[in-house]
């Protein structure tokens, strides 16, 4: 009779550490996954680098995507280059998730943040919101009720094989979501004149205001500034503070 009153309460404090357990599980960091949005692309899944580059992609695409390959061929021998993959449209969401990925998997490394386009505009929110150590945006929306007002009703993603649709209520809730630029956050904005998707000159009024770094492309950039150009590779490559 000792040992059962001795086993019993053990085998349920056992019982109650799994479940505690379960339940500090399911609320987890993001998972490494392709594509699906709240995932993470890395290939460096056993574990990160001092530093981080964190990379966001832009409307209808998704991780590992064009720029997140060029970044990883260049640089992950010096970092672990982390692609995020966030909603088109569900913004709180997409909130939560990156408040999880910051606390469970960032945290005490040196976090680099880039972005384009749409993805502009979550890298400055997650850059901002949690000081990260830099962050980089090319051509990114930072009036977003009007630059993706062109991208109103049903798309499709050819990276995540199914259709999204964005509503002027997106665009609203889009719009209500500013974050103030945080003092320990290094800046570098790279905007091209001959962008035809987003007007740069919204950008430009935006990141002049604070003490930003800020190149602006005159010659063929487009929207899709290419960072295998060796003009603007090196100079992200100075800006993180990569080894040659």
Same mark, same amino acid.
């Given at each position: 009779?000792?040992?059962?009153?001795?086993?019993?309460?053990?085998?349920?404090?056992?019982?109650?550490?799994?479940?505690?357990?379960?339940?500090?599980?399911?609320?987890?960091?993001?998972?490494?996954?392709?594509?699906?949005?709240?995932?993470?692309?890395?290939?460096?899944?056993? $574990?990160?680098?001092?530093?981080?580059?964190?990379?966001?992609?832009?409307?209808?695409?998704?991780?590992?995507?064009?720029?997140?390959?060029?970044?990883?061929?260049?640089?992950?021998?010096?970092?672990?280059?982390?692609?995020?993959?966030?909603?088109?449209?569900?913004?709180?969401?997409?909130?939560?998730?990156?408040?999880?990925?910051?606390?469970?998997?960032?945290?005490?490394?040196?976090?680099?943040?880039? $972005?384009?386009?749409?993805? $502009?505009?979550?890298?400055?929110?997650?850059?901002?919101?949690?000081?990260?150590?830099?962050?980089?945006?090319?051509?990114?929306?930072?009036?977003?009720?009007?630059?993706?007002?062109?991208?109103?009703?049903?798309?499709?993603?050819?990276?995540?094989?199914?259709?999204?649709?964005?509503?002027?209520?997106?665009?609203?809730?889009?719009?209500?979501?500013?974050?103030?630029?945080?003092?320990?956050?290094?800046?570098?904005?790279?905007?091209?004149?001959?962008?035809?998707?987003?007007?740069?000159?919204?950008?430009?009024?935006?990141?002049?205001?604070?003490?930003?770094?800020?190149?602006?492309?005159?010659?063929?950039? $487009?929207?899709?500034?290419?960072?295998?150009?060796?003009?603007?590779?090196?100079?992200?490559?100075?800006?993180?503070?990569?080894?040659?």
């Amino acid at each position: 009779m000792k040992n059962r009153k001795i086993v019993k309460p053990f085998i349920l404090s056992l019982a109650g550490i799994l479940l505690i357990a379960l339940n500090l599980s399911s609320a987890n960091a993001m998972e490494f996954g392709m594509f699906k949005e709240h995932t993470f692309y890395t290939w460096d899944k056993e $574990g990160f680098k001092d530093r981080i580059v964190l990379v966001f992609h832009g409307l209808g695409s998704a991780q590992p995507n064009g720029r997140f390959k060029r970044l990883q061929a260049a640089l992950n021998d010096q970092f672990s280059i982390v692609g995020v993959n966030y909603d088109y449209t569900d913004i709180d969401k997409n909130i939560s998730e990156l408040d999880k990925l910051w606390k469970n998997r960032l945290i005490g490394h040196k976090v680099y943040v880039v $972005g384009t386009s749409l993805g $502009g505009f979550w890298a400055d929110y997650f850059a901002n919101k949690y000081g990260a150590d830099k962050l980089v945006v090319v051509n990114p929306v930072t009036l977003p009720k009007s630059d993706l007002a062109q991208f109103l009703g049903e798309r499709y993603s050819d990276k995540r094989q199914k259709y999204y649709t964005i509503t002027p209520e997106d665009l609203d809730a889009y719009g209500e979501l500013s974050i103030e630029p945080h003092p320990r956050t290094e800046s570098l904005v790279v905007l091209a004149r001959d962008d035809k998707i987003i007007n740069y000159v919204h950008a430009l009024k935006k990141y002049l205001s604070n003490d930003n770094s800020i190149v602006i492309a005159h010659g063929k950039g $487009g929207h899709s500034l290419p960072f295998t150009d060796p003009i603007y590779f090196e100079l992200l490559k100075a800006f993180l503070g990569a080894e040659d």
